[in-house]
Structure formats: structure tokens, C-alpha cells
């Protein structure tokens, strides 16, 4: 009865959010509050509703287990429930699994090419490939909001902002450097290379998220420039704004409005600063965070891309999949990150006493 303890508390606020929106004198912003919190706890207590159902449905098979005439069915219901009791249970313990605040918010993805010069610049376009090709399957927003081109038409460094259902929740995981063995196109030999690019996906920032005072930025507009160094267009629209306190320094060029480009670059540096300040409470809350699936430590390697062998191995779950071009065009890379999610779950349950 020890989950069951667990869960009165949960039944009982859910009972006590009910209430407060029944009275009817809360305000527009607490009444969107406590609903939100309402909405979410609600698969939960149906759960547990359903489990302590259960629980009681197994109690009065067993006196039947005594009749003659009802053994054979009792017994056979009893079975049922002995199979359902245990699924119900696992249902709330994930849903009592603390939840992660962001989760349910866009996502800033940026990819920087690594070792391996243009071919790793190739690379990171693949890795971009990759990810707006899941998002089309889980029919979110996919825009490129800043970029670098290297001189072969990879990306030296490239910032999309992806939009939807539970965007980080998902792409959270993918921070860390990604690796991949292949034959360059620019080898004339033949030969395997081994590049690398890393990848970090911060939680989309919003403005009740992180308050950033004006006089702690420095502004600086210059002209546009393009793979070569060229510039790219005759006004000063290229934007790079550093905040001082932190040093955090973000670059915007790719609109031609410089009002544009600000407005993107001043995003992506709330959510930077945002980004830095989740990490240094999650370094707080847990001594060794590289243990966990998803520690977002962006310097650690997390996946081999292997071409030669039609592989994709996630070194954190030593799990390798032999279907390497529908992970890379993004159709199958669900079956990575659901993986993924999978096991942090499973590593915070055995971390919850019930």
C-alpha cells in the first residue's frame, strides 16, 4: 500500500484545484494557472482511480474463490487483474515522475562543425537535415535563424528555432557531440575520416523566464558576410549583442533588416542566459549529472554515424541501430530518442522510493 499512500496527497490536490476554480473569483492569469496544473494531473488520478478500482475489484473475487458455482470465473478475473494491476502501477509511477519545467517548450537547436574541417562542415548540414526531417514527422516549425556557410556549402555554424508540441521534451537528449566515419567527398584516396560536430538544444526562452536589463548589453551593427568573407549587402543590418555581465555574445546577419536581426539575436541570448542559469541549478541538484541520460553536457560524445557500416550507435545507451539513412533523413530517429526517453525514465524511477 505503499504507492497508494504516495498518491493521497495527489488525489487530495487535484480534489482542492477542483474546488478553487468552482468558486469562481479567481483571477483571468491564477484561473490559467491552476487549470494548466488541473489538465496535467489528470491522467494521473485517472490512473490511480482505476488502480484503486482494481485493488477493490481483487477483494471481493477473493471471497468468491470459495463458491462453487463462481470459483472458475473468479479465478479467471483474478488473473486479469493480476495482469492489469501491475501496468496501472508502472502508468503512475511515471506520471509522478518530477516533471522538467521546460519541457513543454520550444527549443533553440545549435550546430557547430567540429574536427574535420569542410567535411565536418558537411556534416553538421547533415545533422540539421536531420532534425528538420523529425520535426516534419512530429509536425512542428522548422526555421533556420541564423547561419554560417562553410566554402563547400556546409555550415560552420547554423541556429534553428523549432516550434511545437513538447519540442525539448524530445530534442533535450541530443545535446553533446555527435561523430561520424565516412569517406569524404573532397578524399581522392578512399579513405574512412572521422569528423564531429556538436549540437546543443536550450529551451526556448521567454520574457517572464529571465529579465535582462538593458544597460548590462553592448550592441555593435556591422555589414553582412558571406562564406568568403565578403560582404554581403551594403547596409549595416548584421547585428551582435554582448551581455556583459555573463559575456554571452550572440550574432545575428541572416535578414536584411537590422530591427530583424536584433529581435532574433536578443531570443537567442535570453535563452542562452536562460540555458546557463537551468544548468548551473540541475549542477546543484545533482552530483554527477554525466551518469544520466540527457546530463546535457555538450562535450560529451553521444553518437557514431558510421556510413561504411550502415550504423547509428547512442553511446549512452549502447544502443546501435543498422538503419542509418532513415535516422539521418530523420525518419527513424524517433526510434533513438524514444529510446532515450525510455531509459531516463527508468533511471528516475529507480531513484524514487515507493
Same mark, same amino acid.
Not at 190 to 197: L, M, N
Not at 295 to 313: A, L
Given at each position: $500500500?505503499?504507492? /497508494? %499512500?504516495?498518491?493521497? &496527497? +495527489?488525489?487530495?490536490?487535484?480534489?482542492? *484545484? =477542483?474546488?478553487?476554480?468552482?468558486?469562481?473569483?479567481?483571477?483571468?492569469?491564477?484561473?490559467?494557472?491552476?487549470?494548466?496544473?488541473?489538465?496535467?494531473?489528470?491522467?494521473?488520478?485517472?490512473?490511480?482511480?482505476?488502480?484503486?478500482?482494481?485493488?477493490?475489484?481483487?477483494?471481493?473475487?477473493?471471497?468468491?474463490?470459495?463458491?462453487?458455482?463462481?470459483?472458475?470465473?473468479?479465478?479467471?478475473? $483474478?488473473?486479469? /487483474? %493480476?495482469?492489469?494491476? &501491475? +501496468?496501472?502501477?508502472?502508468?503512475?509511477? *511515471? =506520471?509522478?515522475?518530477?516533471?522538467?519545467?521546460?519541457?513543454?517548450?520550444?527549443?533553440?537547436?545549435?550546430?557547430?562543425?567540429?574536427?574535420?574541417?569542410?567535411?565536418?562542415?558537411?556534416?553538421?548540414?547533415?545533422?540539421?537535415?536531420?532534425?528538420?526531417?523529425?520535426?516534419?514527422?512530429?509536425?512542428?516549425?522548422?526555421?533556420?535563424?541564423?547561419?554560417?556557410?562553410?566554402?563547400?556549402?556546409?555550415?560552420?555554424?547554423?541556429?534553428?528555432?523549432?516550434?511545437?508540441?513538447?519540442?525539448?521534451?524530445? *530534442?533535450?537528449?541530443?545535446?553533446?557531440?555527435?561523430?561520424?566515419?565516412?569517406?569524404?567527398?573532397?578524399?581522392?584516396?578512399?579513405?574512412?575520416?572521422?569528423?564531429?560536430?556538436?549540437?546543443?538544444?536550450?529551451?526556448?526562452?521567454?520574457?517572464?523566464?529571465?529579465?535582462?536589463?538593458?544597460?548590462?548589453?553592448?550592441?555593435?551593427?556591422?555589414?553582412?558576410?558571406?562564406?568568403?568573407?565578403?560582404?554581403?549587402?551594403?547596409?549595416?543590418?548584421?547585428?551582435?549583442?554582448?551581455?556583459?555581465?555573463?559575456?554571452?555574445?550572440?550574432?545575428?546577419?541572416?535578414?536584411?533588416?537590422?530591427?530583424?536581426?536584433?529581435?532574433?539575436?536578443?531570443?537567442?541570448?535570453?535563452?542562452?542566459?536562460?540555458?546557463?542559469?537551468?544548468?548551473?541549478?540541475?549542477?546543484?541538484?545533482?552530483?554527477?549529472?554525466?551518469?544520466?541520460?540527457?546530463?546535457?553536457?555538450?562535450?560529451?560524445?553521444?553518437?557514431?554515424?558510421?556510413?561504411?557500416?550502415?550504423?547509428?550507435?547512442?553511446?549512452?545507451?549502447?544502443?546501435?541501430?543498422?538503419?542509418?539513412?532513415?535516422?539521418?533523413?530523420?525518419?527513424?530517429?524517433?526510434?533513438?530518442?524514444?529510446?532515450?526517453?525510455?531509459?531516463?525514465?527508468?533511471?528516475?524511477?529507480?531513484?524514487?522510493?515507493?
Amino acid at each position: $500500500m505503499a504507492l /497508494l %499512500d504516495k498518491l493521497m &496527497p +495527489v488525489k487530495a490536490r487535484h480534489e482542492e *484545484l =477542483a474546488a478553487l476554480m468552482a468558486e469562481g473569483n479567481l483571477s483571468g492569469e491564477d484561473y490559467v494557472k491552476l487549470s494548466t496544473e488541473y489538465a496535467e494531473m489528470e491522467s494521473v488520478v485517472g490512473a490511480v482511480n482505476a488502480y484503486e478500482g482494481a485493488l477493490t475489484e481483487k477483494d471481493d473475487l477473493k471471497s468468491l474463490l470459495n463458491d462453487p458455482e463462481m470459483k472458475e470465473m473468479a479465478a479467471m478475473e $483474478m488473473r486479469a /487483474l %493480476d495482469e492489469k494491476i &501491475p +501496468v496501472l502501477e508502472e502508468q503512475i509511477k *511515471l =506520471a509522478l515522475i518530477p516533471k522538467d519545467s521546460a519541457d513543454a517548450k520550444n527549443a533553440i537547436l545549435e550546430i557547430r562543425a567540429g574536427t574535420g574541417g569542410d567535411e565536418a562542415a558537411l556534416f553538421a548540414a547533415d545533422l540539421l537535415a536531420m532534425y528538420k526531417g523529425y520535426a516534419a514527422t512530429q509536425k512542428w516549425k522548422f526555421e533556420i535563424v541564423n547561419s554560417s556557410l562553410s566554402d563547400l556549402g556546409g555550415f560552420k555554424e547554423v541556429v534553428a528555432e523549432i516550434q511545437g508540441h513538447n519540442v525539448f521534451e524530445k *530534442l533535450k537528449y541530443e545535446s553533446g557531440v555527435h561523430r561520424v566515419q565516412r569517406i569524404p567527398k573532397t578524399e581522392s584516396g578512399g579513405r574512412i575520416h572521422t569528423s564531429a560536430a556538436t549540437v546543443a538544444v536550450l529551451p526556448e526562452a521567454e520574457d517572464v523566464d529571465i529579465h535582462i536589463d538593458t544597460k548590462d548589453l553592448r550592441i555593435d551593427t556591422y555589414r553582412a558576410q558571406g562564406a568568403g568573407g565578403q560582404h554581403v549587402n551594403k547596409t549595416d543590418s548584421a547585428v551582435r549583442i554582448t551581455h556583459i555581465p555573463t559575456g554571452t555574445v550572440v550574432e545575428m546577419q541572416d535578414d536584411r533588416s537590422q530591427h530583424k536581426n536584433k529581435a532574433k539575436a536578443m531570443a537567442i541570448l535570453r535563452t542562452r542566459i536562460y540555458d546557463a542559469e537551468r544548468q548551473k541549478l540541475d549542477d546543484e541538484r545533482a552530483t554527477d549529472r554525466k551518469s544520466q541520460v540527457g546530463s546535457g553536457d555538450r562535450s560529451e560524445r553521444i553518437r557514431t554515424y558510421n556510413f561504411p557500416q550502415g550504423r547509428v550507435t547512442d553511446h549512452r545507451i549502447n544502443l546501435t541501430l543498422y538503419k542509418l539513412e532513415t535516422v539521418v533523413s530523420g525518419e527513424d530517429l524517433y526510434e533513438v530518442i524514444d529510446q532515450l526517453i525510455a531509459e531516463d525514465h527508468a533511471a528516475k524511477l529507480s531513484d524514487m522510493e515507493f
